[in-house]
């Protein structure tokens, strides 16, 4: 399969508890998206990446979040201290830079915080 | 205001029906638009970019207009497997893509 990969797909966790979550973009993709979405919303922008070059990180993230691209390939969100409000779920998505390139989105992973 | 903003319907038509949605944005410097589409359950995926001069897919008819800023998605002759929910996609920077919060299209027999 060479779409973009997200793993775990569901992951619950116990409020308090850190988790993480891997996206393998597709391999030639040199931009890395992550989002949030949650029921009856659209995507809301987390935070990007130009291989490992993190741009960007939405002012509404919290400092408990956190994303990586070590190596310009994968990427790893992290968030700790979960909390019931980061229930949500998390997308990712790869593209090729241009204006007018398409992004390609992974399965989700759906957090559930109890 | 939210730099991407969609009525959320949905919008409930029957088969055969044309259906219109608007997005309205906020940056007046975005250079390019996209619409996705998002079934129930799934990923989003793209429908189709929006030029400056309109662009036409089929059924499926996307405009701009830059003075009002917002842009449009004209369904025409309406089919079942169109219900979905559709995104618009306005950059306020190449390649930040900021999601609109989704039309609801529902298509009924």
């Known amino acids: 399969d060479t779409g973009v990969s997200q793993n775990p797909r569901h992951k619950i966790t116990k409020r308090g508890q850190n988790v993480t979550f891997r996206c393998d973009p597709i391999s030639e993709h040199n931009r890395l998206y992550w989002y949030r979405q949650t029921l009856g919303q659209g995507p809301e922008f987390l935070t990007y990446f130009q291989n490992e070059a993190q741009l960007e990180k939405s002012r509404l993230l919290s400092d408990r979040f956190s994303a990586e691209r070590p190596k310009g390939s994968f990427s790893t969100l992290e968030i700790q201290r979960t909390e019931q409000g980061d229930s949500a779920m998390y997308l990712c998505?790869?593209?090729?830079?241009?204006?007018?390139?398409?992004?390609?989105f992974g399965q989700g992973t759906r957090l559930t915080v109890v | 205001r939210k730099e991407v903003e969609q009525d959320p319907g949905p919008f409930n038509v029957p088969e055969g029906a044309t259906v219109a949605f608007n997005c309205t944005y906020s940056n007046s410097a975005s250079q390019s638009f996209f619409w996705y589409r998002q079934d129930c359950r799934k990923e989003p995926k793209l429908l189709m970019s929006v030029y400056s001069s309109g662009n036409e897919d089929g059924r499926f008819t996307a405009q701009l207009n830059r003075a009002s800023q917002y842009i449009s998605l004209l369904i025409r002759d309406s089919k079942l497997s169109d219900s979905a929910t559709y995104l618009c996609?306005?950059?306020?920077?190449?390649?930040?893509?900021?999601f609109g919060t989704g039309t609801r299209l529902q298509v009924f027999p």
């Open positions: 996609v306005v950059p306020p920077v190449v390649d930040k893509l900021i």
């Open positions: 998505a790869s593209s090729l830079p241009g204006t007018t390139s398409e992004a390609f």
